[in-house]
């Protein structure tokens, strides 16, 4: 396994995640989200920005190691498709998962949720699979 190709598909994912991240849930779904997940309405007032980097960079690390030393992914298209479904099944076994324990989630926020992150986590895999497949490193 190559290091330095493993953290560059990890920078592309987490660069991926974190920009689509803001586009979808900041920006084009905000309201919708707030509307089918009324208990997250009053979570805190600012975003912690550490904790959303950090959970960032963990999510372009684990698509990086599952496509670098699994699976051998090295096309933007393959990559798009991988990271669909571990966003799909990241995305539904999690907010299934607080849905059941807390008020936070309805079943429509879940699926809401789980549709926007599976697209997030799409265009985190092909940016994943784009910085794997650089041949500099």
């Known amino acids: 396994m190559n290091t330095n190709r493993l953290l560059l598909g990890a920078l592309a994912g987490f660069f991926g995640y974190f920009m689509s991240g803001y586009l979808f849930y900041v920006v084009l ?19 912690n920005m550490i904790a959303i980097v950090v959970g960032n960079l963990m999510g372009g690390l684990l698509l990086s190691y ?34 059941g324990t807390t008020t936070l989630m309805t079943w429509n926020g879940v699926l809401v949720d789980t549709f926007i992150y599976t697209i997030i986590s799409a265009i985190a895999g092909a940016l994943t699979a784009f910085g794997l497949s650089y041949k500099r490193v």
């Open 66 to 99: 599952i496509f670098e030393r699994w699976a051998g992914i090295r096309s933007v298209y393959t990559g798009a498709g991988a990271g669909a479904i571990i966003g799909l099944l990241t995305a539904l076994s999690y907010d299934s998962m607080i849905h």
């Open 29 to 47: 779904f905000k309201d919708l989200l707030a509307s089918t997940n009324p208990g997250m309405a009053s979570g805190q007032a600012e975003a």
